[in-house]
């Protein structure tokens, strides 16, 4: 290398001509990376600007309805359960266009507070003429808001992206199409976090959805725009996704119910999934509502003859009534903690309150204690969603800005691998959880691991029902996350996810029922929080647990694969026993 630098000495035009590069190419990529994120910003503009004109023409709708048919009393339709409307719509009494009316008035009006809409489908109002002519279908004239990652013809499902902005669906989903056949008019699209991968409900495209118990906390994620948008009334019944909670965690955040249907249950044609390609982790569909009846009562009508035909993969399996209308006792297996992550005060009291009220229904409860909730999560579902090391997550955020609430979640997946495996083996004395999460975003290293990944998930499935089946249960209560987080921080503890992910690894079908409020109780007993390592997850869950009094609280129902209608009566179950909770 000396005579590198002597010649350079003797020829300072060479060594000024080297300089004189590598800052023109430093400067030429900061000049390049300056006018990427001005054309990203540039594209969320026009993403916004064509939702405020899209929100002015169903300002328009509202008024032009107005003038032509009359509202009609607004404040008693929007009062009514989706069984009532659903009779009064079908007997005349009311038409569809005064119940959109309705619905989308009061949509804009709590839009203005909580940022849910993300769209509005103006084809709507063309459905309500063809409902006109064909008054038929068990949702008939029942306004419906549905999830921005699902597909409805000619507007984008971005996922809170950039890169699927501009890119308009050609079709319908299967399950919106179904929806219409069944005589519902979808007329809005729903706030979700970037990228679907967070309890979070922000992006930098649309922004943050807060939720309508109090504004300074989140909706939750991912479905967090319908469960806002339904928990202030602003839509009676809504369609969500999820692969980790998504449904679950935004309804009991928001004081409403909430179900994930057995994977392949419904159709998921037309659903822009978080990370396609993943076979680990099963992601469902289902209903968000004010009600169980009304969840119920959704999965009835999807579950018809034009379902099974526009899928075929689909199991022909209509919605069994006499399930979910039985009276018949029930064998309840329950738990206050997975042995993962240390539940809040409020969500073990809502377990066992709920617990003692079965027992005082007749019902029997048996303790349950969770199958290697630790493992699962290190090597099936950390492992296997980043199966492909995290290169999904990141091709879809390349060129975007990142929301700076989910910093957190999305720069851990740029660490290269090997410095993840050297701090997995650095961590694992101190904080094994921590240490884990950087084991599974390591991915596996090969197919043949894959393969055996999968083998391995099949053997727990078998095992934790061999479980399930040695207590002979019939359903399961468990903890539902919650009170809802300040908004901000949601990203942050993805880490508690295990109460819901764990159901997403095993499809069991699962729901979330409103059971009571945080009460000064819980809040004290959160002061002495410490959790399982007492670690940042932990400290931050604990400051979160402050100034709650007074929010929601839910407990999870969950069923076997395919007895979707068992879950859904349970839920049912909780809901009657509850109600005077839920009052208080």
């Given at each position: 290398m000396t005579w590198m630098r002597d010649e350079l000495f003797q020829m300072p035009w060479l060594y000024e001509a080297i300089v004189g590069s590598v800052c023109g190419a430093a400067a030429m990529l900061l000049a390049l990376r300056w006018l990427e994120r001005r054309r990203?910003?540039?594209?969320?503009?026009?993403?916004?600007?064509?939702?405020?004109?899209?929100?002015?023409?169903?300002?328009?709708?509202?008024?032009?309805?107005?003038?032509?048919?009359?509202?009609?009393?607004?404040?008693?339709?929007?009062?009514?359960?989706?069984?009532?409307?659903?009779?009064?719509?079908?007997?005349?009494?009311?038409?569809?266009?005064?119940?959109?009316?309705?619905?989308?008035?009061?949509?804009?009006?709590?839009?203005?507070?909580?940022?849910?809409?993300?769209?509005?489908?103006?084809?709507?109002?063309?459905?309500?003429?063809?409902?006109?002519?064909?008054?038929?279908?068990?949702?008939?004239?029942?306004?419906?808001?549905i999830k921005d990652n699902v597909d409805c013809k000619g507007h984008d499902s971005t996922c809170g992206l950039r890169t699927f902005l501009n890119q308009p669906a050609t079709k319908d989903s299967v399950i919106v199409q179904v929806l219409k056949k069944q005589?519902?008019?979808p007329f809005v699209k729903t706030n979700v976090p970037q990228s679907l991968l967070s309890y979070e409900c922000c992006n930098p495209i649309f922004g943050q959805t807060v939720n309508p118990h109090n504004t300074k906390r989140t909706s939750g994620g991912s479905s967090g725009g319908e469960a806002s948008l339904i928990a202030a009334g602003?839509?009676?019944?809504?369609?969500?996704?999820?692969?980790?909670?998504?449904?679950r965690v935004p309804a009991s955040f928001c004081g409403i119910c909430g179900f994930k249907a057995t994977g392949k249950r419904l159709s998921t044609i037309g659903m822009r999934a978080s990370v396609p390609g993943q076979k680990a982790i099963t992601a469902g569909i289902g209903p968000l509502?004010?009600?169980?009846?009304?969840?119920?009562?959704?999965?009835?009508?999807?579950?018809?003859?034009?379902?099974?035909?526009?899928?075929?993969?689909?199991?022909?399996?209509?919605?069994?009534?006499?399930?979910?209308?039985?009276?018949?006792?029930?064998?309840?297996?329950?738990?206050?903690?997975d042995g993962y992550w240390l539940p809040s005060a409020s969500m073990k009291r809502a377990v066992m309150e709920t617990k003692q009220l079965l027992e005082q229904a007749g019902h029997t409860l048996i303790p349950f204690a969770p199958l290697k909730t630790s493992y699962a999560m290190k090597e099936f579902?950390?492992?296997?969603?980043?199966?492909?090391?995290?290169?999904?997550?990141?091709?879809?955020?390349?060129?975007?800005?990142?929301?700076?609430?989910?910093?957190?979640?999305?720069?851990?997946?740029w660490i290269p691998v090997i410095l993840k495996k050297i701090l997995y083996f650095l961590m694992k004395p101190f904080n094994p959880r921590m240490a884990d999460i950087f084991w599974g975003l390591c991915g596996v290293r090969s197919i043949s691991d894959l393969w055996k990944q999968h083998v391995a998930i099949e053997a727990y499935c078998e095992e934790y029902i061999s479980l399930w089946k040695s207590k002979n249960l019939d359903v399961l209560l468990c903890p539902a996350l919650g009170p809802a987080l300040l908004a901000g921080i949601a990203g942050k503890l993805t880490v508690t996810a295990s109460y819901k992910l764990i159901f997403n690894l095993l499809n069991f079908p699962a729901g979330v029922v409103p059971?009571?409020?945080?009460?000064?109780?819980?809040?004290?007993?959160?002061?002495?929080?410490?959790?399982?390592?007492?670690?940042?997850?932990?400290?931050?869950?604990?400051?979160?647990m402050s100034d709650v009094i007074g929010l929601p609280i839910a407990v999870q129902c969950v069923a076997l694969p395919w007895q979707d209608e068992l879950c859904l009566r349970f839920m049912k179950e909780v809901e009657r026993v509850t109600q005077k909770n839920r009052a208080i």
């Open positions: 990203c910003l540039e594209d969320f503009r026009k993403a916004r600007s064509r939702r405020e004109r899209a929100l002015g023409e169903m300002e328009r709708a509202v008024s032009q309805l107005e003038e032509s048919k009359g509202s009609g009393d607004r404040e008693s339709i929007l009062s009514l359960s989706l069984h009532e409307l659903h009779e009064k719509l079908q007997s005349g009494f009311l038409t569809p266009d005064s119940v959109l009316h309705a619905y989308m008035d009061k949509a804009l009006e709590v839009n203005k507070e909580l940022n849910c809409l993300t769209n509005f489908l103006p084809e709507c109002q063309n459905q309500l003429q063809s409902s006109k002519e064909k008054k038929k279908g068990l949702l008939y004239g029942i306004p419906i808001s005589g519902a008019i602003g839509s009676i019944l809504g369609i969500g996704t999820d692969i980790g909670g998504s449904i509502a004010r009600d169980v009846d009304s969840l119920a009562f959704c999965i009835k009508a999807l579950l018809c003859e034009d379902l099974f035909r526009l899928d075929p993969t689909v199991p022909p399996i209509p919605f069994n009534d006499e399930v979910y209308s039985s009276s018949k006792p029930l064998r309840i297996g329950y738990y206050e903690c579902i950390l492992k296997g969603i980043s199966a492909d090391r995290t290169t999904t997550v990141l091709e879809r955020i390349k060129g975007d800005i990142i929301d700076p609430r989910l910093k957190d979640l999305f720069y851990v997946h059971v009571g409020k945080v009460i000064e109780k819980d809040e004290d007993e959160m002061k002495d929080y410490v959790g399982y390592y007492n670690d940042y997850w932990e400290k931050t869950f604990k400051k979160n």
